[in-house]
T-cell receptor
Framework: DAGVTQSPTHLIKTRGQQVTLRCSPK?????VSWYQQALGQGPQFIFQ???????QRGNFPDRFSGHQFPNYSSELNVNALLLGDSALYLC????????????FGPGTRLTVT | KNEVEQSPQNLTAQEGEFITINCSYS?????LHWLQQHPGGGIVSLFM???GKKKHGRLIATINIQEKHSSLHITASHPRDSAVYIC??????????FGKGTRLHILP
């Protein structure tokens, strides 16, 4: 049973570019959450998707958008990249009815130069 | 002031020592999580608590809802316990708030 997977592992982008990160949830899970973790900080909640809709959102600008597909996989898109967007992006999956039990992926490390 | 505060920020100890990491929060919560993050980024959930105490192997987690405080204890610490330990709470709006983490280094 595969756990949560994320791709790519590492990514280097230039300021102003756009990036798409991908996440496949643990088998059987229907909810995907995205987090940003800057170096030396705890993760911060970006948003959560359930049934292909954004269910909750943290304090992130509209440059951060997402999508959930019918197979429950998800994408995180960031437009007009800033240097400050450099971080580890974590995806976690869960069942909505037991949302507190989240399983985390290995993360995608994004560097913006 | 952060809604979730952890102490200490960094901790170095000798193998075999008893370790305590503390977490204080200022919001009403539905549940509290202790997470472990190894170099490279992957996060593993250790405990989810809403009251009392839980034990798993050498790890013990406690929570005092009235005092808004939780502790993670590691008995007979080992170098493989070296990691960042993160406290996270679920607030009443069902949103998760993370602490900044405690970086633990166990020396052999």
């Amino acid at each position: 049973d595969a756990g949560v997977t994320q791709s790519p592992t590492h990514l280097i982008k230039t300021r102003g570019q756009q990036v798409t990160l991908r996440c496949s949830p643990k088998s059987g899970h229907d909810t995907v959450s995205w987090y940003q973790q800057a170096l030396g900080q705890g993760p911060q909640f970006i948003f959560q998707y359930y049934e292909e809709e954004e269910r909750q959102r943290g304090n992130f600008p509209d440059r951060f958008s997402g999508h959930q597909f019918p197979n429950y996989s998800s994408e995180l898109n960031v437009n007009a990249l800033l240097l400050g967007d450099s971080a580890l992006y974590l995806c976690a999956s869960s069942l909505l009815r037991s949302n507190y039990e989240q399983y985390f992926g290995p993360g995608t490390r994004l560097t913006v130069t | 002031k952060n809604e979730v505060e952890q102490s200490p920020q960094n901790l170095t100890a000798q193998e075999g020592e008893f370790i305590t990491i503390n977490c204080s929060y200022s919001v009403g919560i539905s549940a509290l999580h202790w997470l472990q993050q190894h170099p490279g980024g992957g996060i593993v959930s250790l405990f989810m608590l809403s009251s009392g105490k839980k034990k798993h192997g050498r790890l013990i987690a406690t929570i005092n809802i009235q005092e808004k405080h939780s502790s993670l204890h590691i008995t007979a610490s080992h170098p493989r316990d070296s990691a960042v330990y993160i406290c996270a709470v679920w607030n009443r709006d069902d949103k998760i708030i993370f602490g900044k983490g405690t970086r633990l280094h166990i020396l052999p």
